[in-house]
């Protein structure tokens, strides 16, 4: 195991330059195995686990989730927070930042962001506990592509370029999981769930989120610094699959929704205009896809 290990590194660095040494004995970077072996788990589990629970009783989850939601409400505050501080303190440049030009900013952030790199696997637990609850229908193609894809990106990173300029994509990330899940925390109570307005304003800000990092990215494309132009282009194209993929859930989402309430409100249906039937939410009525992510 240790040689292949050890030609694959090999392999990559061939590709794309050297490890960084920095990060050399960190849990979980020296060997992409276990990174790629929970992924596939994670993939398992999304295959077979519907299957499992095809015939049994969906589990709550509430107390369990209250608390994973807020722990990671709380992982989330801490990275954004260091991370900017880091950054503000190092005198990180916006348009491009090298890996090797802030010693002391770089250390806090490399440290940083392997929590960041870590937390990505912890999130597979979002999709586990849809399952758990049979919400099924959460589990969209966008959801498991994002899940499954981040944990193994970041191993990249973390092992290549673990600071510098790919500090801006997990600050401006951790900010939008604090939203998120604190979001998500409270709709786990009950009692919460009518006080709750904000939900598909968070997809607005994950999509504000992904067009400021491509503009940030391609700052260092036009005024480089020395940062790998391979990451760069990379992070870009797969920013540009999470708008695609995130606009069209949006739509999906919500724009169709107004068009369908509009239609039942002209045709007589006792919709009234705050969105409430009967006393009931229409948001309970027609239930929105959950979507977790980064």
Not at 147 to 174: D, E, K, Q, T
Request: glycine share 6%.
């Amino acid at each position: 195991m240790a040689m292949l290990n050890q030609d694959f590194n090999t392999y990559m660095e061939s590709w794309m330059g050297p490890i960084d040494q920095r990060v050399r004995g960190w849990l979980l970077l020296d060997d992409y195995t276990p990174t790629f072996a929970l992924t596939v788990i994670y993939l398992l589990i999304v295959w077979m686990g519907p299957k499992y629970m095809r015939h049994r009783q969906p589990y709550s989850c509430r107390g369990l989730m209250v608390l994973y939601n807020l722990g990671l409400t709380l992982l989330s505050f801490y990275m954004f927070y260091e991370l900017v501080a880091a950054m503000w303190e190092g005198g990180y440049n916006f348009y491009c930042q090298n890996t090797h030009s802030s010693q002391e900013a770089d250390v806090k952030i490399t440290k940083v962001l392997w929590w960041y790199y870590f937390s990505k696997l912890i999130e597979f637990m979002d999709t586990f506990f849809f399952i758990l609850r049979k919400n099924n229908h959460q589990i969209t193609f966008l959801h498991i592509y994002h899940h499954a894809s981040m944990p193994n990106i970041w191993w990249f990173v973390m092992n290549w370029i673990p600071c510098g300029h790919s500090y801006f994509g997990a600050s401006l990330n951790s900010f939008v999981h604090v939203v998120m899940y604190s979001y998500y925390g409270l709709s786990s109570i009950p009692a919460m769930r009518p006080y709750l307005w904000w939900k598909k304003y968070i997809t607005q800000l994950q999509l504000i989120q992904f067009f400021l990092t491509v503009f940030h990215t391609m700052s260092a494309v036009i005024w480089p610094c020395g940062f790998p132009m391979g990451w760069l282009y990379f992070q870009i194209s797969y920013m540009i699959t999470l708008i695609i993929l995130f606009s069209n859930f949006y739509i999906q989402t919500y724009k169709k929704r107004i068009v369908s309430h509009k239609k039942e409100h002209h045709n007589g249906s006792p919709v009234s205009p705050n969105g409430h039937a009967n006393g009931t939410s229409s948001m309970e009525n027609k239930a929105p896809k959950k979507l977790r992510v980064e």
